[in-house]
Every structure is written in structure tokens, then in C-alpha cells.
């Protein structure tokens, strides 16, 4: 199958700082990449869409300022959380879809921790 | 307003055991619906995906069952394994297209988290 990949895995900063997240489709191109975050015992909240080349496209209630998304390529989109506060510390998960098929494949997730 | 329902939230079971694992969906319109499986600290993996039309679907010990008249959708697990420990995430899709893209959104459920005891 296909497979997604996060980098870092795990991430811990101070407050204020700027923490950026990569999401690479290994072995597929993704015209289309999103971004999840997950919350403990709860379920994946959509933040954004990001198509290839094009801005990206956010939920109600997610600061685009604040979450600033890249899609340079078809196979790296890049999430960058900027002036990172302790409420941000969250689990961040992307997915990536091929542009023929609607079967979304998740990286494993980015693990932050603001302090 | 759609949503995703799941229960039981949590389960334990014993090692060689079956469970089954609920959702009920009140998504419309209806694509497909998907169960994943997610470990802790990783990302979903999917398990089955099935469209209206399919009843049942099978990935090895893991059997999905369909009822798109009641809109309801089952997992069942047969002799549970402890490496089955995780959350099970019931996800449907449904056919709005995506702003920007040409599918549709995806609804997911907040998870069954199993533990399997040896």
C-alpha cells in the first residue's frame, strides 16, 4: 500500500517558538494532503486541505495564520505552527490522496508538546 | 447534521476472544465507510473500506458488516490477538465535494479503544 510518512515524530519546544512538520507520500503522488489533530480520546479533526500548488484550505475555527500550510510538491506538504503555546500540544496527523481515488493514506503522526 | 456514533468506547477482552464493535452513522449522502485501525502514538490504518452496495467485507481475523437501510456498520474481531490492542475508528465518507478538491469529506467517529488481556 501506500505510504505516508511525518517528520519529526515527536517534538517538544517552548512557548513562542515555531515548530514545522513535514508530510511526504514515499511512494505515490498526492495532488491533494491534509492535516488532522488529535486530541486524547478523541477522534481526528480536519484542519486544513492542501492542494499541490495552490493555498490551502481551512476549517471553521482554525487560525490559517497561526497553522501556515505548504504544498510545493506533489510528494511534501509542510505544517508549520507558529508562536507555539501550550494548548497547541496535540497530536498532528497527516493524510495524503492519490488525485484518482478517493482511499486517504495517514502518516503516522507528529507527537508536540509545547512548554 | 452528520455524525459518526461508536460504541462501546472502551472494551476489554481476553486474549483467543471475538468482540464486535459498533457505528452508527447518520451521514448523508453516503459514499463508503471505513473502519481503521490506529495504535497508540500512530496514524489510522485502514481495515476495510466499503461501498453502498457491499454487506460484509473481511481483512483476516477482521470482518466489517454494512447496513445501509439502518445505517449501521459492525467490526467483528475473531480470536482476538494482544497486538489487536488499540482504537478502532469507524470513518464514512460522503459525496459533498471537498473545497479545492473532487471527493468527499470524511466523518470520523471517536474511536473504540480495545484492550486485549493475555
Known amino acids: 500500500g501506500a505510504v505516508v510518512s511525518q517528520h519529526p515524530s515527536r517534538v517538544i519546544c517552548k512557548s513562542g517558538t515555531s515548530v514545522k512538520i513535514e508530510c511526504r507520500s514515499l511512494d505515490f503522488q498526492a495532488t491533494t494532503m491534509f492535516w488532522y489533530r488529535q486530541f486524547p480520546k478523541q477522534s481526528l479533526m480536519l484542519m486544513a486541505t492542501s492542494n499541490e500548488g495552490s493555498k490551502a484550505t481551512y476549517e471553521q475555527g482554525v487560525e490559517k495564520d497561526k497553522f501556515l500550510i505548504n504544498h510545493a510538491s506533489l510528494t511534501l506538504s509542510t505544517l508549520t505552527v507558529t508562536s507555539a503555546h501550550p494548548e497547541d500540544s496535540s497530536f498532528y496527523i497527516c493524510?495524503?490522496?492519490?488525485?484518482?481515488?478517493?482511499?486517504?493514506?495517514f502518516g503516522p503522526g507528529t507527537r508536540l508538546t509545547v512548554l | 447534521k452528520n455524525q459518526v456514533e461508536q460504541s462501546p468506547q472502551s472494551l476489554i477482552i481476553l486474549e483467543g476472544k471475538n468482540c464486535t464493535l459498533q457505528c452508527n452513522y447518520t451521514v448523508s449522502p453516503f459514499s463508503n465507510l471505513r473502519w481503521y485501525k490506529q495504535d497508540t502514538g500512530r496514524g489510522p490504518v485502514s481495515l476495510t473500506i466499503?461501498?453502498?452496495?457491499?454487506n460484509t467485507k473481511s481483512n483476516g481475523r477482521y470482518t466489517a458488516t454494512l447496513d445501509a437501510d439502518t445505517k449501521q456498520s459492525s467490526l467483528h474481531i475473531t480470536a482476538s490477538q494482544l497486538s489487536d490492542s488499540a482504537s478502532y475508528i469507524c470513518?464514512?465518507?460522503?459525496?459533498?465535494?471537498?473545497?479545492?478538491?473532487?471527493?468527499?469529506?470524511?466523518?470520523f467517529g471517536k474511536g473504540t479503544k480495545l484492550s486485549v488481556k493475555p
Open positions: 466499503m461501498t453502498f452496495s457491499e
Open positions: 470513518v464514512v465518507s460522503d459525496e459533498f465535494p471537498l473545497r479545492g478538491g473532487s471527493q468527499g469529506n470524511l466523518i
Open positions: 493524510s495524503a490522496r492519490m488525485s484518482e481515488y478517493n482511499e486517504q493514506f
